[in-house]
Nanobody, 122 residues
Framework: VQLQASGGGLVQAGGSLRLSCAASGLTFSRYTVGWFRQAPGKEREFVAGISVSVIRYYADSVKGRFTISRDNAENTVYLQMNSLEPEDTAVYYC?????????????????WGKGTQVTVSS
């Protein structure tokens, strides 16, 4: 199983980025998928998730700014991040949970991808 996160980069505050998480080696449509992030010196935290039936979950800190979506034909989950703030700076990880829905907790996730760095300058 592989989860490949991409799309990170450096952006100014107020800007946008779209992260992608491409999965292989699993029946993607059966997995609830989430994005987590970890900033320097902080614990990893939940950002957004999407269930098998396309129920969306968001952390309060990103509601209204981030949108998660999935394309099962492409085995990919996307995280559209708008109105980015310096506080969004972190390494972003995607993870998959063999369950039809959330909640998504870091310790419960079955598979993790390598992170992609997002840096938001002020």
């Amino acid at each position: 199983v592989q989860l490949q996160a991409s799309g990170g980069g450096l952006v100014q505050a107020g800007g946008s980025l779209r992260l992608s998480c491409a999965a292989s080696g699993l029946t993607f449509s059966r997995y609830t998928v989430g994005w987590f992030r970890q900033a320097p010196g902080k614990e990893r935290e939940f950002v957004a998730g999407i269930s098998v039936s396309v129920i969306r979950y968001y952390a309060d800190s990103v509601k209204g700014r981030f949108t998660i979506s999935r394309d099962n034909a492409e085995n990919t989950v996307y995280l559209q991040m708008n109105s980015l703030e310096p506080e969004d700076t972190a390494v972003y990880y995607c993870a998959a949970l063999f369950r039809v829905s959330g909640p998504l907790r870091s310790d419960d996730m079955h598979y993790w991808g390598k992170g992609t760095q997002v840096t938001v300058s002020s």
